[in-house]
């Protein structure tokens, strides 16, 4: 359940918001629903990296890996693959550092 509120949550902040109000989204989430630490890192890190993967593989599709090639060469990366784990690899470790911090606070106030 918290997987799936965060995942939602964050698609749908992320259209209108910063890519860092995912963290907002995250903490807030995981301050209300979490129950343990590992379960809100473990859900902010996979619903935060799946929605970022599936961005990412959107615009790769859409624009025939021109933009992913073009980003990798300006970021001296050598494959548009290897550009992408790392968008997922670094968007899991925000999204998933802000859910431990949201329930680490509810904890710390309760």
């Known amino acids: 359940?918290?997987?799936?509120?965060?995942?939602?949550?964050?698609?749908?902040?992320q259209?209108?918001?910063?890519w860092w109000s995912l963290a907002l989204v995250c903490f807030a989430v995981a301050f209300w629903k979490?129950?343990?630490?590992?379960?809100?890192?473990?859900?902010g890190f996979g619903a935060i990296g799946?929605?970022?993967?599936?961005?990412a593989l959107f615009w790769h599709l859409v624009t025939d890996g021109l933009l992913s090639n073009r980003v990798a060469a300006m970021l001296t990366v050598n494959s548009p693959w290897i550009l992408l784990v790392v968008t997922v690899v670094?968007?899991?470790?925000?999204?998933?550092?802000?859910?431990?911090s949201g329930y680490l606070v509810r904890r710390l106030w309760v």
């Open 34 to 43: 979490a129950r343990y630490g590992g379960q809100a890192f473990l859900a």
């Open 15 to 18: 259209f209108f918001l910063p």
């Open 1 to 13: 359940m918290l997987f799936l509120l965060i995942l939602l949550f964050s698609v749908v902040v």
């Open 90 to 100: 670094i968007g899991g470790v925000v999204g998933g550092l802000s859910a431990l």
């Open 50 to 55: 799946l929605a970022w993967l599936g961005m």
